[in-house]
């Protein structure tokens, strides 16, 4: 298997970092559903810890997905029988994506730091909050951090969709292309 994308298909570093997002994407999300209905206290407290690390290293892996793709340009696009609106839809969704993979780490953060407390650091260390607590302030951007989480959830699930489409309807190489099974069939 190769490290770097071919003009077919994804490389190695690549299909990681892909697929560990999406794992801690989902790892981020059932944390968040789940501490909802933990008991108040230490249980809790774990909880958020466990969500926060997650969103931390959602934007960890993002930012090095963003380097490695400028270091190593993704494969064109399939031609496929959308033409090139379904091309300009995909690549629209790709961008939304990562700005979405961006924006809601940062706005946990600052709710984190609006609340007046540290950033914990996957428990090895925090980092000071900046600002005095604010907790209006804290509540609306918590508002803002979960409607952009649900819009994420919403558009990853289009972005599914479509790959499943592109295999399963289109019969072409989108999906296998992040796939390394079905990359070594295509």
């Given amino acids: 298997m190769r490290i770097r994308n071919s003009s077919r298909s994804y490389g190695t570093v690549a299909m990681a970092l892909h697929w560990a997002v999406v794992f801690l994407v989902l790892g ?3 944390s968040a559903l789940i501490g909802d209905y933990l008991p108040h206290g230490a249980i809790r407290e774990a909880g958020l810890v ?5 969103g ?3 934007l960890v892996f993002v930012v090095a997905r963003l380097f490695w793709r400028l270091a190593d340009p993704p494969p064109a696009a399939v031609n496929s029988r959308l033409g090139p609106w379904g091309e300009l839809a995909g690549r629209i969704a790709h961008y939304a994506i990562y700005a979405l ?4 780490p940062v706005a946990g953060i ?3 730091f609006a609340r007046g407390e540290s950033l914990p650091v996957f428990g090895l260390f925090d980092v000071a909050t900046p600002w005095a607590a604010d907790r209006a302030f804290a509540h609306d951007v918590k508002e803002v951090h979960e ?4 819009g ?3 558009l990853l699930s289009l972005h599914a969709a479509a790959a499943l489409v592109h295999h399963y309807v289109f019969h072409d ?3 296998s292309r992040m796939l390394p099974r079905l990359q070594a069939r295509a």
């Fill in 28 to 30: 981020a999300a059932l």
């Fill in 50 to 54: 466990t969500h926060i690390s997650f």
């Fill in 56 to 58: 931390v290293a959602i």
């Fill in 101 to 104: 993979l961006i924006a809601i």
């Fill in 110 to 112: 600052m709710v984190q």
């Fill in 147 to 150: 409607a952009l989480a649900n």
């Fill in 152 to 154: 994420l959830i919403g």
């Fill in 173 to 175: 190489r989108t999906l």
